[in-house]
């Protein structure tokens, strides 16, 4: 991705000062400083005519936009067996497995954002464990017990499933606004918005539309007497733990994304 590193990098291989390349791009010395400071994002049109003015070899670019957009294709493919294969994995194996699996898989993402120096991806890690540990430290510890002995059992699942909820609505903000709060906790440059900040948010999506269900079948079995109507009480295990699955299924294409990104980049630099 082109930053203002970049191209000031060009500017000044090319010999052009900031005043030139403003009458350039017919524009004021600030917008052209600005935009190498990065404080501001240079519009694509302004981005190919300062290609043009330093001289910039198309060629090798129009391979690097075929090789992301190759990647890109790979990486939904990639994202629908990791799913299928996940989803499988949650099925066969149960809930306590899958639930293992999950929180391995969240620490071995952020421990991989680490030791890669990615906030992106570290970031989204982080946000997924303190959902999961939030959500641990109220059940675990007592804090609501999931006991229904000598307990209003729709006024307590309620209260359970309100609180998910809560948690649940609560991670879709958090994962929409995510970029935002980096830029916040830190000054990296490499903070942005990736292709996967625009799925994972869709998760807790679904699992709020669950403890909705959940609660409205509380009140139609216990409250309206349609004991019948059963399907996420019999389910509701097996359904989070779907939403687990393709949590897992996401992070484990985002390494391996990252890290062809990563490959690619230090590919095109030699």
Same mark, same amino acid.
């Given at each position: 991705m082109i930053n203002g590193d970049d191209l000031r990098a060009m500017r000044l291989k090319a010999g052009i000062s900031q005043e030139t390349m403003s009458?350039?791009?017919?524009?004021?010395?600030?917008?052209?400083?600005?935009?190498? #400071?990065?404080? %501001?994002?240079?519009? =694509?049109?302004?981005?190919?005519?300062?290609?043009?003015?330093?001289? #910039?070899?198309? =060629?090798?670019?129009?391979?690097?936009?075929?090789?992301?957009?190759?990647?890109?294709?790979?990486?939904? %493919?990639? #994202?629908?067996?990791?799913? =299928?294969l996940v989803l499988l994995i949650s099925l066969v194996l149960g809930p306590k497995v899958t639930a293992e699996i999950y929180m391995a898989i969240i620490a071995i993402t952020a421990f991989y954002g680490a030791i890669k120096k990615d906030p992106n991806v570290l970031h989204i890690a982080l946000i997924l464990l303190f959902v999961n540990l939030v959500d641990y430290i109220i059940f675990a510890f007592g804090i609501i017990d999931l006991s229904t002995a000598g307990k209003n059992r729709v006024l307590h699942g309620s209260l359970i499933y309100g609180v998910q909820l809560i948690i649940s609505v609560t991670s879709v903000i958090i994962l929409i606004f995510r970029v935002q709060l980096s830029r916040i906790l830190s000054h990296s440059k490499k903070i942005e918005l990736t292709y996967f900040d625009g799925l994972f948010h869709w998760i807790f999506i679904y699992l709020s539309m669950i403890y909705i269900l959940a609660i409205i079948e509380l009140f139609a079995r216990h409250t309206f007497g349609l004991h019948s109507i059963t399907i996420i009480h019999y389910n509701f295990t097996s359904l989070v733990y779907i939403g687990w699955a393709m949590s897992c299924a996401l992070l484990l294409t985002m390494i391996i994304s990252t890290e062809q990104k990563s490959n690619l980049q230090e590919s095109g630099s030699h």
């Open positions: 009458k350039k791009l017919e524009c004021d010395r600030k917008t052209v400083i600005n935009y190498e #400071l990065g404080v %501001s994002d240079i519009p =694509s049109k302004k981005l190919f005519r300062w290609f043009q003015c330093c001289q #910039l070899d198309f =060629s090798a670019l129009l391979r690097q936009i075929k090789e992301v957009r190759n990647q890109t294709y790979n990486n939904k %493919s990639k #994202l629908i067996d990791f799913i =299928s």
